[in-house]
């Protein structure tokens, strides 16, 4: 099939390469070209603007940052054009290759994206993932789709290249809401565990019995032995996922929660724990370096 990826970053690359290498043509777009070039060489093109590449291919995916870039690219593929032009009177890229939206944004975005979308001709369908580079590079992603039903059947074997599970969740809003869901895990298992670890190393208690009892209990979680290491050395750099990135997950979760009603609190003191780190200059860090913040350095270490 000919694809279009736009967004070539941590996940985005792996995931073009992916593609290229189950034997797609792909096209590539990034706002920083020079993340191009390893995908040129692997055999996509490269194209100048996200129209021109929306206009090559049969479906584009997107995995940017958040929903207002996404609001931005569809823009420069041509819907603002078609916004202004109600009666249909120019054409749209839109009309004629189908949007699958693979970031984490808030639901009410995807949901208005989707509907301007649909208003100019096209199909749009939310698919964000839950794993990190080793499983965007392998194609074993878990993918949540919020999709209509017979877009989620006509897209579903793309989808399966990059995912070994894929969970149909329902209309758009509700793939992106369950997203949320689980990154407010990932940031509070993270706050808890490196919160539990910070009193163990304190109390002089040696870390690897720590974990043999966790790990022997019903309160284990993996993640808790994928970030052990970078805790206890405190190395944070060359992030799977970033903590800025975090941050924008809880908050847009938080915000989520409350709209639906719910007590925010538990939530909400992640979410500061991971703006402090972000504040104190991890932004571009690992998410693991929550720990230097709930166990901070002493002036003797």
Known sequence: MKIGVIGTGLMGAPMALRLLSAGHRVWVYNRTPERLKPLELAGATVCPTPLDLAQAVEAVILM??????VR?????????????????NRSSALSTCAI??????????????????????????EAPVLGSIPEAKNGKLIIMVGAADDAYQRWQPLLACLGSTLYHVGPVGSAATLKLAMNQLIGSLTAAFAQSLGLVQ?????????MAVVRQSALYAPTFDKKLHRMQTRQF????????????????????????????????????????????????????????IISPLSDSD
């Open 64 to 69: 940017v940052t958040n929903g207002e870039a």
């Open 72 to 88: 931005s690219l569809l823009n420069d593929m041509g819907l603002r054009d078609r916004e202004a032009s109600p009666q249909g």
């Open 237 to 292: 750099a060359d992030p799977n996922f970033p903590t800025k990135h975090l941050l924008k997950d809880m908050s847009l979760f938080v915000a989520a929660a409350e709209a639906a009603g719910l007590r925010t609190l538990p939530a909400e003191s992640v979410r500061q724990l991971v703006d402090q780190a972000v504040e104190a200059g991890f932004a571009d860090d690992d998410y693991a370096a929550l720990f230097n």
């Open 202 to 210: 304190a109390a002089g208690i040696d870390a690897d019995t720590f």
């Open 100 to 125: 699958i939206q693979m970031g984490t944004i808030a639901p009410a975005e995807s949901q208005a994206l989707s509907q301007s979308v649909a208003e100019a001709g096209g199909t749009y369908l």
